[in-house]
């Protein structure tokens, strides 16, 4: 008989109602889980009974993973959903049935539920601080940390501050009298804290053509509410939504009723303009349509209505080799709607995303539209508690103070040399996958080999804390500091930071995630996996379960990471990091085909009656299905293990969203829904069959000849 799978982790559920990201989990009750979960049926009713937790039918859970024959559960002991239809609904029956989203909340899954309980941590911290009524040595974090929240809790000085230092930014941007004077009034914000709107932005970021040194990107305007949005017909709703919200932006600004209306229309002619020839977030990815570099000649023949030479002194950036062009096209319309005709529509332009960049650093006038506009449009029907944003506010702006703190708190350097040990049965499974593949030649095999090889791994924390830690430093209220001159502070320490690299080589060994923050990422130009300490906990990692659950969980993502060396876009970087196709026409066809398959195949799926994007997501489903085959090709034919793995992904991505939330995700997330990738990519895995009981009748069905994937 094959594996019949039993409702897993029912024992995860204990007295506490989950209600989103509002309602923590306490330390014990993620213990009390962690024990019901490995144990056997006695240690789990006791873990259950020491914190009064029943699961969802009121009885103690019953965690068993035996046959029926063995006289554990089939499909049958649960209601409503079988696992042959729908794997997801089935493994997260429970725990979904639990979540309630607050009023305050528009989506719930595990990364966001582990943030709000590290942001908690970090909380606490700032709570100590504020109340106990020390002096610390100035440029400590301590100190930092207790005069930053002052700033942002003092909502009388943040009304009197309005602006600060950026109302002659905004002055000049108004009483612009010609183009000349609107993209100088530009570049000079630009250059000293590094807002844009329309054009004047840059980033400095590894040359993707030579991953060892920096080069400027000429980055792109901002398209607002986004063009995914405003080409979406389905969007229409949420894009009235933002235009009422420019108009109530303008109005605050000092607008009249007459002057905003006539700002909003000229605003969203332009904006519709610019996204007709914006890229899409997909080629936003492809290095082959935004990697284009221009010399300083070549952009001013790009921008014809502009003194190039100006603009880059002002930016800071003159007298660089080359400056990267990300949009081609978005820059030419850019440059055709630089006339003087033109020039009040764009000074408006500029006005409203300047306040809506720095709407929750200012008065409370701005903060309270931004926050209202935001919650609409993701579906959230009441504000957060001031407490809760000031302290998040607080972590934001001091991201390595805390970072460094969280360390010292709450890291294992057990768990990084098991996690460590587990990358290397993946790299070494992932090179076997490689290695097997016969439309690609032994060269291109060795390349990619190599690129496993050399492959950097980054687990916790750096080795070196940022310069840009100590570089951050606050001014208090009683000093005459503020809100939004801290906020600038950071601006400028990040712009500094920046400019000070062009020339000097790169350093690899820099983190660009915090260790406090739940995620993990493939870095194609430095070709590196980063999987920072606050991820290595429940439910994603514990040192005290079995293999197979830990590689259902963080070894899953980890396979992921790896798979994104070799997805659509981290293909085309080598070893090195450097953009360079590598591969032979006939391979690039080939993989071509390959992807066309996947994308098809994620077409076919909906989430609210609107199609998921294959193309928007083909990185990431790509990244998905290498990592359901490595995991199961590590763990073999053993039928238990791999119930547990796959099961224990099926959680990792039980999640709960508005339906305004889940449109704005459909729209622009790379990822596809939770729920779709746990049963799309386990439908497409082969051990899933051999495992489970799934016939040509059942949803979860999917012939062999239509299962997909790159990496198999």
């Known amino acids: 008989m094959k594996k019949k799978i039993i409702a897993l982790f029912l024992a995860a559920l204990t007295a506490f109602q989950l209600t989103g990201c509002t309602q923590l989990i306490t330390k014990q009750a993620m213990e009390n889980r962690l024990d019901a979960e490995n144990s056997d049926e006695g240690t789990a009713d006791k873990g259950m009974e020491e914190s009064g937790g029943q699961d969802a039918a009121g009885g103690k859970a019953d965690v068993s993973k035996q046959d029926t024959a063995d006289g554990g559960n089939t499909e049958e002991d649960l209601d409503g959903v079988r696992y042959q239809d729908d794997y997801y609904e089935y493994v997260n029956e429970n725990i979904l049935n639990e979540i309630e989203l607050g009023a305050t909340d528009a989506h719930w899954d595990w990364f966001s539920e582990l943030s709000a309980y590290v942001s908690e941590e970090m909380s606490d911290i700032t709570r100590d601080l504020t109340k106990d009524g020390k002096d610390y040595p100035k440029g400590s974090s301590e100190q930092k940390i207790k005069d930053l929240y002052e700033c942002v809790s003092n909502i009388e000085s943040r009304n009197k501050t309005g602006l600060g230092e950026l109302q002659p930014y905004m002055d000049a941007i108004r009483d612009a009298r010609t ?17 844009s709107s329309i054009v004047g ?7 993707r053509a030579d991953s060892s040194k920096y080069a ?60 007709a020839s914006t890229l899409s977030a997909e080629q936003l990815y492809d290095p082959a349509v935004t990697y284009n570099p221009y010399t300083k000649e070549q952009l001013g023949q790009l921008y014809t209505n502009l003194n190039v030479d100006n603009m880059l002194k002002a930016l800071k950036i003159d007298g660089q080799d080359k400056y990267i062009v990300m949009d081609v096209e978005q820059a030419k319309k850019i440059n055709s709607l630089l006339v003087e005709e033109n020039l009040q529509a764009l000074k408006d332009y500029s006005t409203f995303v300047l306040l809506n960049d720095i709407a929750e650093y200012s008065a409370q006038g701005y903060a309270r539209l931004k926050e209202d506009m935001d919650n609409a449009l993701y579906g959230i029907t009441q504000r957060w508690d001031d407490e809760r944003v000031y302290m998040n506010m607080t972590q934001d ?22 996690v460590e040990e587990m990358i290397g049965l993946i790299l070494d499974e992932y090179e076997d996958i490689i290695m097997r593949q016969g439309w690609l030649s032994d060269a291109t095999k060795q390349k990619a080999v190599k690129k496993l090889e050399t492959m950097q791994i980054k687990i916790g924390y750096p080795d070196e804390w940022p310069a840009a830690k100590d570089m951050m430093q606050v001014v208090p209220v009683s000093e005459g500091g503020s809100l939004i001159s801290n906020m600038l502070t950071s601006m400028q320490v990040a712009i500094d930071d920046s400019l000070s690299r062009l020339g000097e080589p790169v350093d690899k060994s820099e983190w660009e995630a915090t260790p406090q923050t739940i995620n ?20 994603f990692y514990s040192g005290d379960r079995d293999e197979a659950a830990n590689l259902g969980g963080i070894g899953y993502i980890i396979a992921h990471e790896v798979s994104h060396a070799f997805d659509s876009s981290g293909s085309l970087y ?18 071509a085909e390959l992807t066309k398959s996947i994308i098809d195949y994620y077409d076919g799926y909906e989430m609210m ?6 193309e928007l997501t083909l990185m990431e489903n790509i990244a998905d299905l290498g990592a359901v085959t490595c995991i199961a090709a590590i763990i073999g034919d053993d039928e238990e293990a791999l119930d547990t793995a796959f099961g224990q992904m099926a959680y990792n991505w039980a999640s709960e ?29 082969d051990a899933f069959y051999e495992i489970y009981d799934i016939d040509e009748d059942d949803g979860m069905y999917v012939a062999p000849e239509d299962r997909v994937g790159i990496w198999r």
């Not at 194609?524 to 991820?535: G, H, M, S």
């Not at 450097?578 to 993989?591: A, L, P, S, V």
């Not at 009656?609 to 294959?614: K, P």
């Open 657 to 685: 969203d508005t339906a305004s939330y889940m449109m704005y995700l459909i729209n622009m997330d790379t990822h596809a829904p939770n729920k779709i990738r746990v049963n799309a990519v386990l439908s497409s895995c």
């Open 179 to 195: 183009i000349d004077e609107y993209v100088d009034a530009l570049a000079r914000l630009s250059g000293d804290y590094g807002f």
């Open 201 to 207: 932005g840059y980033s400095i970021m590894q040359d």
């Open 609 to 614: 009656g609107i199609a998921v994007n294959g």
């Open 397 to 418: 702006l001091l991201p390595w103070d805390f970072g460094e703190i969280y360390v010292e708190r709450h890291f294992s350097e057990k768990d990084k040399e098991n």
């Open 574 to 591: 080598d070893e090195y990091g450097n953009y360079n196709i590598w591969w032979t026409d006939e391979e690039q066809k080939e993989y």
């Open 216 to 275: 400027v990107y000429m980055m792109y305007a901002d398209t607002l509410i986004g063009k995914e949005y405003i080409e979406n017909s389905a969007a229409g709703e949420y894009v009235d939504l933002y235009l009422d919200y420019i108009n109530d932006m303008l109005t605050e600004f000092g607008f009249s009723s007459d002057e905003a209306a006539a700002g909003v229309e000229e605003i969203e002619a332009l904006l519709r303009d610019i996204c």
């Open 520 to 539: 993990a990422y493939y870095s194609p130009q430095n070709n590196e996996i980063v999987f920072p300490a606050a991820i290595l906990q429940y439910p």
